[in-house]
């Protein structure tokens, strides 16, 4: 995440202050979208970013002295709690399945009556979800710096968040046809937990 200085081992301060705040933008851009359009529990997915990247930033400071183990556990948590929160909204919300949720109806665990795909699809995204949801703080963790050194690190990475993002735009997609094509057939507590719009 921090960028080294041509011909020597050392991390360039200067991108200590300017990649947070890049990695902060898209957040920053949905946030305030959410904020607007007032879906405040949506907002606070975009919200829970900014701890895990402040935190990542800290860490790479040198003179945090005994506060390090602190601001590490701090970190450890913020990281913790975007990653779960924004699955939990995956698959409660934007993929209406009932896995966190109290199961509504006779269809298999944690999905819903309505559905396009296999069942083995449906959880094969899920678990998947999750791993790629943890890359993102695996991205930002201050520990795994020399990551970044193995030639095409940071682009698996990258392409493993690529795909994530595809996947969720599928199921996303298909969540929204088998709103608009069941919606006759559909009671209110079979999608589940509609807290806002994404």
């Not at 920053?28 to 949506?42: K, S, V």
């Not at 400071?61 to 913020?78: D, K, V």
């Not at 009556?113 to 703080?137: C, G, H, P, Q």
């Not at 710096?145 to 996947?167: A, K």
Request: overall charge neutral; charged content about 20%.
């Amino acid at each position: 995440m921090m960028w080294r200085r041509q011909g020597t081992d050392s991390v360039d301060r200067s991108s200590m202050v300017a990649v947070p705040l890049l990695l902060t933008v898209p957040f920053a851009i949905r946030l305030r979208q959410c904020i607007t359009d007032n879906q405040p529990y949506n907002a606070l997915k975009y919200a829970t970013a900014f701890p895990a990247i402040l935190f990542s930033t800290l860490l790479r400071a040198e003179n945090l002295g005994a506060w390090r183990g602190l601001i590490g556990y701090l970190w450890i948590l913020a990281a913790l709690t975007n990653a779960l929160y924004s699955f939990y909204w995956d698959v409660t919300c934007d993929w209406d399945l009932t896995l966190l949720t109290r199961p509504v109806g006779d269809h298999p665990y944690g999905l819903r009556a309505k559905r396009n795909f296999s069942e083995t699809a449906y959880y094969s995204m899920i678990a998947l979800d999750l791993v790629l949801r943890f890359a993102w703080a695996f991205k930002l963790s201050p520990h795994l710096e020399h990551f970044y050194n193995i030639e095409g690190g940071i682009f698996i990475l990258e392409l493993l968040e690529v795909v994530r993002r595809f996947l969720w735009v599928y199921f996303r997609v298909e969540t929204e046809w088998v709103r608009t094509k069941h919606s006759s057939d559909v009671l209110l507590g079979d999608v589940g937990p509609k807290l806002d719009e994404d």
